[in-house]
T-cell receptor, first 114, second 111 residues
């Protein structure tokens, strides 16, 4: 079974631009969560989508948004990029919204903002 | 709002068992303990999880104390490829699928 895939793997953008990242969950998984990882803040939760609805949101500004499609694939968007948005963006998928069910992470998208 | 405490770093000799401790003294009865690891710049890898009983899979064993206030992840025969940051996470039901990562333990396996 294929794992979680994220595209693109690497991205370089300029301050002020916007960016869209994509995540394809494991087949059959309906929940997708997004995380940001930076050296200073570690791994931080951005948001979670299940059945095309945002179910939970972390403490990030409104420039960070996401959506989920009917096939469970998810995208996240960051508008008006800032230098501090440079990070590894990770998505994770799981079958259900249940703490007894494990989540699996993708390889991440490395975003560099110049 | 992490509910776990882990040592900052640990060393282990190749071929020996690596025992990684985690304290979660405020854990509630329905909260699971999860372990993930992250090798440099890769996505976190799921290892194992448990509620009350000890668990074992092809990667590791998880020993949870009877009072559930602490647990130990055991890698039975550590290899150089097990060098990574190991995260112990308590899944809070109210958080849904949100995982709260702490700083984790840097495990260095040495030959």
């Amino acid at each position: 079974k294929a794992g979680v895939t994220q595209t693109p793997r690497y991205l370089i953008k300029t301050r002020g631009q916007q960016v869209t990242l994509s995540c394809s969950p494991i087949s059959g998984h309906r929940s997708v969560s997004w995380y940001q990882q930076t050296p200073g803040q570690g791994l931080q939760f951005l948001f979670e989508y299940f059945s095309e609805t945002q179910r939970n949101k972390g403490n990030f500004p409104g420039r960070f948004s996401g959506r989920q499609f009917s096939n469970s694939r998810s995208e996240m968007n960051v508008s008006t990029l800032e230098l501090g948005d440079s990070a590894l963006y990770l998505c994770a998928s799981s079958l259900f919204r249940d703490t007894a069910v494990e989540q699996y992470f993708g390889p991440g998208t490395r975003l560099t903002v110049t | 709002d992490a509910k776990t405490t882990q040592p900052t770093s640990m060393d282990c000799a190749e071929g020996r068992a690596a025992n990684l401790p985690c304290n979660h003294s405020t854990i509630s009865g329905n909260e699971y303990v999860y372990w993930y690891r992250q090798i440099h710049s890769q996505g976190p890898q799921y290892i194992i999880h448990g509620l009350k009983n000890n668990e074992t899979n092809e990667m590791a064993s998880l020993i949870i104390t009877e009072d559930r206030k602490s647990s130990t992840l055991i890698l039975p025969h550590a290899t150089l490829r097990d060098t990574a940051v190991y995260y112990c996470i308590v899944r809070v039901r109210e958080y849904g699928n949100k995982l709260v990562f702490g700083a984790g333990t840097i495990l260095r396996v040495k030959s």
